[in-house]
T-cell receptor, first 113, second 114 residues
Framework: ELKVEQNPLFLSMQEGKNYTIYCNYS?????LYWYRQDPGKSLESLFV?????AVKQEGRLMASLDTKARLSTLHITAAVHDLSATYFC?????????????FGKGTLLTVNP | NAGVMQNPRHLVRRRGQEARLRCSPM?????VYWYRQLPEEGLKFMVY????????ESGMPKERFSAEFPKEGPSILRIQQVVRGDSAAYFC????????????FGQGTRLTVV
């Protein structure tokens, strides 16, 4: 059974600081997603990572994937208040069931002025 | 091109009543997935449907829950005789293909059982 662990689950940081959220998964996967969720809203897809060594950046967020270590990171650079949200990583199974996403529990990020 | 549409956005039911949640996929998408999000948890897969077929219901509770995606009309997630533990956000996603493709999520239905 595919398991996904995120840490930390809660992250309070000051504006302007850097931090990293980690996502570990237990078995081989075809793709890894990072999502953002604001309270009471749906999931906004941030990044899709497909291959070992993949790195994607959008604004102050950068995601990377190490398939050998089964680890992805979401790095936040010079945080601003607008980044406050819950961030989820989600992983698909390999092969014929890769329509199915397994989510981590999420990281609640609060950026304080 | 409208996104995935779910309704209602909020639903309150008394214990023992039935809840019906609707999902209209994006235009051109014939694959629909339902996920449940319990408070302070990640989303958990429930069921995957194509038109008129249930492909994978491995995440559905064995009793009281059913899903359909008829030839015409939206996909429906039905919960009979709701209990407090059914209170959650239910998200629908759709995709154009099943494999190797991204699914897009709707805004969810927040079910509260009182």
């Amino acid at each position: 059974e595919l398991k996904v662990e995120q840490n930390p689950l809660f992250l309070s940081m000051q504006e302007g600081k850097n931090y990293t959220i980690y996502c570990n998964y237990s078995t081989t996967s075809d793709r890894l997603y990072w999502y953002r969720q604001d309270p009471g809203k749906s999931l906004e897809s941030l990044f899709v990572l497909l291959s070992n060594g993949a790195v994607k950046q959008e604004g102050r967020l950068m995601a990377s994937l190490d398939t050998k270590a089964r680890l992805s990171t979401l790095h936040i650079t010079a945080a601003v208040h607008d980044l406050s949200a819950t961030y989820f990583c989600a992983v698909t199974e390999s092969g014929g069931s890769n329509y199915k996403l397994t989510f981590g529990k999420g990281t609640l990020l609060t950026v304080n002025p | 091109n409208a996104g995935v549409m779910q309704n209602p956005r909020h639903l309150v039911r008394r214990r023992g009543q039935e809840a019906r949640l609707r999902c209209s996929p994006m235009k051109g998408h014939s694959h629909v997935y339902w996920y449940r999000q319990l408070p302070e948890e990640g989303l958990k897969f429930m069921v995957y449907l194509q038109k008129e077929n249930i492909i994978d219901e491995s995440g559905m509770p064995k009793e009281r829950f059913s899903a359909e995606f008829p030839k015409e009309g939206p996909s429906i997630l039905r919960i009979q005789q709701v209990v407090r533990g059914d209170s959650a956000a239910y998200f629908c996603a759709s995709s154009r293909e099943a494999l190797n493709t991204e699914a897009f999520f709707g805004q969810g239905t927040r079910l509260t059982v009182v």
